[in-house]
């Protein structure tokens, strides 16, 4: 059984920083890319960034550049979402998502139940 | 980046009717379109991708057709379980793009 476990999400200030995690099993971690996709409250889906399997290729939303650094360590299965400089309106609800076999681009076949990280004073 | 528009952005219907969402690209992406559905409270969960092609374990009542700019999620006749907000997402290129949702209700 596929399964993605966000952790590291809370209440954090303005400007500070904070990391995701997601911890994969039930498929060959280190075949596939990997992604994160946020919701904020009430609102739509909205990729965040994205990493291949072999970490050769990341990319990001623009909304996150220079601020956000994915990451992976294929011998813990584990994706990683090193977030910087926060502001309000990256408050949401974070997903870890599988993506498919090789490019970054591609759909979500699998995803986690996700982390929220609140942004606020 | 690609601009994903959704249509309509929510419908109100009966179990047992047919319902059609649409979705359009900004510019010609082949059939790099996916489709997810959200129940409220719960994580996406993959539908269609590649336009037209079943995730699997997905109800045969939905298909998925189109290709270019042009996209359509077809609900053969909704059942109770389909209540939810489905969006259309781009997997030609980053960044990838999702649809704004179109909210499936009860009528």
């Known amino acids: 059984e596929v399964q993605l476990v966000e952790s590291g999400g809370g209440l954090v200030q303005p400007g500070r920083s904070l990391r995701l995690s997601c911890a994969v099993s039930?498929?060959?971690?280190?075949?596939?890319?990997m992604h994160w996709v946020r919701q904020a409250p009430g609102k739509g889906l909205e990729w965040v960034s994205g990493i291949s399997w072999n970490s050769g290729r990341t990319a990001y939303a623009d909304s996150v550049k220079g601020r956000f650094t994915i990451s992976r360590d294929n011998a813990k299965n584990s994706l990683y979402l090193q977030m910087h400089s926060l502001r309000a309106e990256d408050t949401a609800l974070y997903y870890c998502?599988?993506?498919?076999?090789?490019?970054?681009?591609?759909?979500?076949?699998?995803w986690g139940q996700g982390t929220l990280v609140t942004v606020s004073s | 980046d690609i601009q994903m528009t959704q249509s309509p952005s929510s419908l109100s219907a009966f179990v047992g009717d047919r319902v059609t969402i649409t979705c359009r690209a900004s510019q010609s992406i082949g059939t790099y379109l996916n489709w997810y559905q959200q129940r409220p409270g719960k994580a996406p969960k993959l539908l269609i991708y590649a336009a037209s092609s079943f995730q699997s374990g997905v109800p045969s009542r939905f298909s998925g057709s189109g290709s270019g700019t042009d996209f359509t999620l077809t609900i053969s006749s909704l059942q109770p379980e389909d209540f939810a907000t489905y969006y259309c997402?781009?997997?030609?290129?980053?960044?990838?793009?999702f649809g704004g949702g179109t909210k499936v209700e009860i009528k």
């Open positions: 998502a599988k993506g498919v076999l090789g490019p970054v681009a591609g759909h979500f076949e699998y």
């Open positions: 039930g498929f060959t971690f280190d075949d596939y890319a």
């Open positions: 997402q781009q997997s030609f290129s980053t960044p990838l793009t």
